[in-house]
């Protein structure tokens, strides 16, 4: 199986902070990641797909890139409903397999 | 807009099997493609398997070859079994409209394994 590492697993930041998140690949997926967000008691959303592509309704302040086996996920100016936590997964080989999760805190 | 609604019984005895039921809304199932996610309490999201490209399914591993995932066209719902659970199998579980990533995910269901 494919193992994905983020770091870092919390994070501290306020609103309007830059914050940026590493998500590392056993061996190379090409650009097939996703991210998500998931809120306190929902579902995960999908954010990103494809490594850098934002998927519709997702607000422009997130951005993805990457390839191979380092990705990051960028969010400018974080907005009180950003603090979530967010997971990487890669889509390159079954099994897909979630990143550990980053919770973005206050 | 296509919306999901797992449903199932939300304690299951060990060693049984787990039956859930995902129903879909806004859209006939033969035209899309499906995934089950799983979330132990606490913890991260773990991919279960799906009905997927060309119409395969697919099974982690991990399961040691005890899920099942199916697609009743005629109630455009979509089921998952999963047998022989324990207490490890108690977790929030999910389904997804898949296109490899997983697109719409339904609100989820929480089952707890225990005696």
């Known amino acids: 199986d494919i193992q994905l590492t983020q770091s870092p697993s919390f994070l501290s930041a306020s609103v309007g902070d830059r914050v940026t998140i590493t998500c590392r690949a056993s061996?190379?997926?090409?650009?097939?990641l996703a991210w998500y967000q998931q809120r306190p008691g929902k579902a995960p959303n999908l954010l990103i797909y494809?490594?850098?592509t934002l998927q519709s309704g997702v607000p422009s302040r997130f951005s993805g890139s990457g390839s191979g086996t380092e990705f990051t996920l960028t969010i400018t100016s974080l907005q009180p409903e950003d603090f979530a936590t967010y997971y990487c997964?890669?889509?390159?080989?079954?099994?897909?397999?979630f990143g550990g999760g980053t919770k973005v805190e206050i | 807009q296509v919306q999901l609604q797992e449903s199932g019984p939300g304690l299951v005895k060990p060693s049984d099997t787990l039956s859930l039921t995902c129903t879909v809304s806004?859209?006939?199932?033969?035209?899309?493609?499906w995934a089950w996610i799983r979330q132990p309490p606490g913890r991260g999201l773990e991919w279960i398997g799906c009905?997927?490209?060309?119409?395969?399914?697919k099974y982690n591993p991990s399961l040691k070859s005890r899920g099942f995932i199916s697609v009743d066209t005629s109630k455009n719902e979509l089921s998952l079994k999963l047998s022989s659970v324990t207490a490890a199998d108690t977790a929030v579980y999910y389904c997804?409209?898949?296109?490899?990533?997983?697109?719409?995910w339904g609100q989820g269901t929480r089952v707890t394994v225990s005696s």
């Open positions: 061996q190379g997926i090409s650009s097939y």
């Open positions: 009905v997927c490209n060309m119409g395969s399914t």
């Open positions: 494809a490594a850098s």
């Open positions: 997964q890669q889509l390159n080989s079954y099994p897909l397999t």
């Open positions: 806004g859209g006939s199932i033969s035209d899309y493609y």
């Open positions: 997804a409209r898949d296109q490899g990533y997983q697109v719409t």
